[in-house]
């Protein structure tokens, strides 16, 4: 390519530099020739990096889908244009400086150029590998993409589809759960009264009891059912029962207190 023949036509240049020699022969401060060399270096790192812009852009055209090897590319061009500048300020320095400190610096710029010129020819090698691959790798890649899609896209549907039955089961659930709570408080209310109205009959049961073992005539009464003998029945034909005595006070609930068992006793 354009890129690697001109690194090839540089790599003599910078190995057989007449510049060298004139650092070690001519006079430190003559610093012409090795200005004529950075120039020189300067326009064919500009015309390197045209010939990489062109490259790349003719590869952007050729293939549709992002370059693997853009990123990395596009690295080398920023580290070909901080050389740039790093050699323009080379060139702009002042000329009092030693031949020690001139050769240090030219043998350095000479390695980076010659380490990024190698990265360069080796990823454009890479850049021909990829589009000469570039038309079955893209067509089987972009089915498989196009598979994964889709199934992406139903399992994303099936989710969906779950979250909102499972949605559903909770607002049912949730519904069923006030249901059941309000029945409770209903049944606990009930449960409530009944107990009330049963500690009530309780109450009034005791009284009337309590009322009935007053009264002689049925605790007689009660006396005769218990002298009846275990082996025969007892005489269902009870006595006529007797008036009670009047008494100088009359009771408020004597009459109500022993109905129930007048009621059982006849």
Do not use: C
């Not at 007797?242 to 006793?265: C, L, M, T, W, Y």
Request: no cysteine.
């Amino acid at each position: 390519m354009a890129s690697v023949t001109h690194r090839d036509a540089l790599r003599p240049v910078l190995a057989h530099s007449p510049r060298n020699d004139a650092f070690n022969d001519a006079d430190p401060l003559g610093l012409d020739d090795f200005e004529a060399e950075m120039k020189r270096l300067a326009a064919a790192n500009e015309e390197l990096l045209s010939d990489l812009h062109r490259d790349e852009e003719d590869l952007e055209t050729s293939r549709p889908t992002e370059n693997p090897m853009a990123a990395e590319l596009l690295k080398l061009q920023l580290e070909n244009a901080e050389l740039k500048a790093r050699i323009e300020e080379l060139e702009s320095a002042p000329a009092v400086r030693g031949d020690d400190g001139w050769l240090e610096r030219q043998h350095e710029y000479e390695m980076l150029l010659e380490e990024k010129s190698e990265v360069i020819r080796s990823l454009h090698q890479k850049v021909q590998e990829l589009q000469e691959n570039a038309g079955p790798r893209d067509n089987g890649s972009t089915g498989a993409n196009m598979g994964q899609a889709e199934e992406i896209l139903r399992l994303k549907r099936e989710m969906d589809e779950q979250r909102r039955q499972l949605d559903q089961d909770e607002a049912d659930m949730m519904e069923q759960l006030r249901k059941m709570e309000m029945t409770m408080a209903k049944e606990r209310a009930e449960m409530s009264r009944q107990r009330q109205e049963i500690s009530r009959l309780q109450a009034d049961l005791a009284h009337e009891i309590e009322q009935t073992s007053r009264d002689p005539a049925l605790k007689e009464r009660l006396q005769n059912l218990r002298r009846t003998p275990g082996g025969s029945k007892p005489n269902l034909q009870l006595p006529p029962i007797p008036k009670p005595e009047p008494v100088a006070e009359p009771r408020a609930h004597g009459k109500d207190s022993s109905s129930f068992f007048r009621r059982i006793f006849g």
